[in-house]
């Protein structure tokens, strides 16, 4: 039993956390029946997000055999979980997700691309460069729609472009971690990459995710620039903790365990809600 939790990786629910951003910007937080949409969407998500980490394990089990932390952490090449175990994990989890669809349909709809665009790249554009981190990207993007489907709110483009710099900002540091610390052996892709090259992308990534931050908040939501300098002091420390700590293979890993990024997300997020309260 304890494997097949470990199969669904709950650690990684957080990234969900992005299903929230629609309702914390839209005032909705104050609302019960936005809260309860909001959570039931988050739920599906963490749902969906179990169903691709099981594909994408089952997948790369002789891969990750030959990781140096994969190896003992992946249940099905550490050997805990077997193959046919994981299939019935598998199909409990898509027939959820098809309950969901009769309570949120919008929602559900945002969760079928996701999950398509995750078998695609399990089966074929993981081994794309480039393409591979815009899917990774694509994934918080997606949880921000759902987030605004379940609310039936339209996002802003400035969310949209803010959201999407800000995941190509933690998938490409995500590649280059893989890359320095176990090497292009560790997966196909990264023998295509060079860490000038994924560091140019992520510097580029975190400019774009600070900037369209600031004109977002500046054009639309101006009681938000206090918050401006906690969002520059988080892409700060989180690079702080990718080049000094060799963190940021896994954002969540990075997050849950240095306290100071934490903290910081949870300013961030109180500072929100206060300023935008009624």
Not at 79 to 94: I, S
Request: charged share 15%; net charge positive.
């Amino acid at each position: 039993m304890r494997g097949l939790v470990r199969l669904l990786r709950p650690r990684q629910w957080v990234k969900n956390g992005f299903v929230f951003v629609p309702l914390l910007f839209t005032g909705q937080f104050t609302q019960g029946h936005a809260v309860a949409v909001t959570i039931a969407a988050a739920a599906l998500f963490c749902l969906a997000s179990s169903a691709t980490y099981v594909v994408n394990d089952w997948r790369d089990t002789e891969r990750d055999r030959a990781h140096p932390v994969k190896r003992h952490a992946r249940p099905m090449a550490a050997g805990v979980v077997t193959p046919a175990m994981a299939l019935g994990l598998l199909v409990a989890l898509y027939a959820i997700l098809l309950a969901g669809a009769w309570a949120l349909p919008r929602v559900l709809a945002v969760i079928a691309i996701y999950l398509a665009l995750n078998l695609a790249y399990s089966f074929g554009l993981k081994h794309q460069p480039v393409i591979d981190i815009f899917v990774i990207a694509s994934g918080f993007v997606l949880r921000v729609i759902a987030g605004a489907q379940a609310l039936a709110v339209p996002v802003s483009s400035w969310m949209f472009v803010t959201t999407l710099c800000l995941a190509l900002y933690l998938a490409a540091v995500k590649r280059r971690q893989e890359l320095a610390q176990a090497g292009s052996g560790a997966r196909e892709v990264l023998d295509k990459y060079s860490l000038p090259l994924i560091d140019r992308y992520a510097e580029m990534s975190a400019t774009g995710a600070l900037v369209f931050y600031s004109l977002f908040v500046m054009s639309t939501h101006q009681e938000l620039i206090v918050t401006i300098p906690v969002v520059l002091f988080g892409l700060f420390r989180y690079w702080y903790i990718v080049d000094r700590k060799g963190g940021g293979e896994s954002p969540t890993d990075a997050l849950l365990t240095d306290w100071q990024l934490l903290l910081t997300v949870l300013a961030w997020i109180v500072l929100c809600a206060v300023r935008l309260w009624g």
